[in-house]
Every structure is written in C-alpha cells, then in structure tokens.
C-alpha cells in the first residue's frame, strides 16, 4: 500500500503561481511513474501531467510550458509548478502513482484561481 498526501493548494489571482506537493510513503525510485491528474466541478478527472521514472514527461497542452512537475528524491516528494494560472484551472488536484500494475490516489487538494 502506498499513501500519497497531497499540500499547497488555495486561493490564487489569475496571473498567479502556487506549488502543490505530494508526499509519498515509499522510495520514488520504487515508483514507476507519478503525476498529477484535476477535477473540476462537473467534469471528469483529467491528466495534468505524468512523469515516467525513466525520465519521459507528458503535459496536457492547456498548461504545457505554464506548469512543471518535478521530483525530489531524497524527501520522495512530488511537485507540480503551476505558473500564469487561469480560473479555468480551477478544481481538485490529484497526484498518483504507479507501482508495478497499482495505481494509487491522494486525497486531493483544491486549487481556486480567481478571476
């Protein structure tokens, strides 16, 4: 079993930046892959971003270049940059992870940018 628990979120301006963590309880060198998926009210969760452990990274084309997921190691934290944020980027975060064939869940953290 593997637990994620997510921070950072809040109340952002448009045009704003905000840092979202994401604790795991196991090494991330024992992790295949981790990444960050949103909900928004009344839509169904979408992917963000997704690292892959041997390096290979994918964006959703509406934050490429405005958010950055990264990872520190010695900590097995997860981080998502979001930079320029929109009000569209409004919803619950959630990072997963990918352990052999399980998928795990954190239990969110909501992001609410202001217009």
């Known amino acids: 079993q593997v637990q994620l628990v997510e921070s950072g979120g809040g109340l952002v301006q448009a045009g704003g930046s905000l840092r979202l963590s994401c604790a795991a309880s196991?090494?991330?060198?024992?992790?295949?892959?981790m990444g960050w998926f949103r909900q928004a009210p009344g839509n169904q969760r979408e992917l963000v971003t997704f690292?892959?452990?041997?390096?290979?990274?994918v964006y959703a084309a509406s934050v490429k270049g405005r958010f950055t997921i990264s990872t520190d190691n010695t900590t097995n934290t997860l981080f998502l940059q979001m930079g320029s944020l929109k009000p569209e980027a409004t919803a619950v975060y959630y990072c997963?992870?990918?352990?052999?064939?399980?998928?795990?869940w954190g239990q969110g953290t909501q992001v609410t940018v202001s217009s």
């Open positions: 997963t992870a990918v352990v052999r064939t399980s998928v795990y």
């Open positions: 196991i090494s991330i060198g024992s992790i295949n892959g």
């Open positions: 690292l892959a452990s041997g390096g290979d990274t």
